[in-house]
């Protein structure tokens, strides 16, 4: 017997520091429980009280499992316990009463959840399109034609409608590529709750910021490689802040063009000029010249007015970005085992230069080629 409960004990003890050593983990600054948007508040207004009523009916289950077991615990070896076959009365009891909670919990939940999928009307809307990519997030602000990616700008006290997908339309892909075949979820916790991003379908969300500031957001739904560093943040704005950044990212781009490729396109100035465009083919996926655009890499035309990049990882700074555009994949993980292999096989996200580059002509980037790739992107205000 003391054997048995030495070694319980030891369970008990383990289990113990295993919950402490979780909640003892590093502040993310993911809060559901601090709402600072009226969607958030009214998620929170109903997590409240059933998380109440949970804690009641979980403390009241515990007792009768205890009670239960000390009252009818095996007294000798030779004792059978008294056997029951049914008693209606507890059983109409133990079926009646979870069925009332249920449906008194359902009342509140059905009414915040058609009220969450109003649609809001109004000139003072702002709408913003959303597309989950592997593994970034792109906005697009129809009205103002702009694009851009990892940060969601916005004014307080502003309902911002977002239309979702994980299928970017604009570049005629189709569903069966890699562009837009696995589902996402946007989730900003402090603003609202989370919506399934599809592709192929649009999906709502109203978000709504109280104060200016930064609210952290994320993927919360499995889709692949580096679904862990998919993250994106809402940054909230004071109106007039908006007004300005928004037509900071109508102007044309802060390093002009000056040539055209063989096809007539515009290709970037200065140094970096032929390493964008020709020796390592920057231009087959990113936009370095129209903040209108969508491209299959995020736009770039006005890089340098993020403050984070890389599904919003890591901090725009110059030692960051000269490892990213060597080893990107060294950073985060992006290719499967089968991207080496030739077509039609493919990888996802942006390729390594320096380590088991792209098939075909691709040369080995030197640390001052990325130099100075990297100073052409910190020149893009």
Known sequence: MAHRIRRHSGWLVAT??????????????????????QAADEIHG??????????????????????????????????????????????????????LILA???????ATIFR???????????????????????????DAKVVTADELRIPVNTKV?????????SLGQPDTTSYCNVIHSFWVPELAGKQDVVPGRTQGLTIEANEAGEYLGQCAEYCGLSHANMRFRVIAMEPS????????????PAVAFQTKDAEDNDVPAGEAQDLVSTTFACTGCHTFDDSTQSSYGPNLTHFASRSTFAGGTFEVNRQNLVDWVMDAP??????????????????VGMPSFTKNTPPGDYPVMTREQAETIVDYLLALQ
């Not at 113990?16 to 948007?37: K, Y």
């Not at 076959?85 to 507890?90: K, Q, S």
């Open 16 to 37: 113990a520091v295993a919950i402490l050593a979780v909640g003892c983990g590093p502040e993310n600054e993911q809060n559901s429980l601090r709402p600072e948007g």
């Open 46 to 99: 109903l997590f409240m009280p059933v998380v109440v009523v949970a804690f009641i009916v979980g403390i009241l289950v515990l007792a009768g499992t205890i009670y239960v077991a000390i009252r009818f615990r095996r007294r000798a070896e030779d004792e059978s316990p008294k056997q029951v076959h049914g008693n209606t009365p507890l059983e109409i009891g133990w079926t009646i009463v979870p069925a």
């Open 104 to 110: 008194i919990i359902a009342v509140p939940t059905v």
């Open 116 to 142: 969450l999928a109003d649609v809001p009307k109004g000139d003072d809307v702002l709408e913003v399109t959303v597309v989950g990519k592997q593994w970034w997030w792109q906005f697009e602000y129809p």
């Open 161 to 169: 409608r977002l239309d979702l997908t994980a299928c970017d339309e």
């Open 241 to 252: 802040d908006f007004d300005t950044w928004i037509a900071q990212q109508q102007a044309g």
């Open 330 to 347: 060294g950073m985060i993980p992006m290719q499967s085992k089968d991207c080496r292999l030739p077509p039609p096989a493919t990888c």
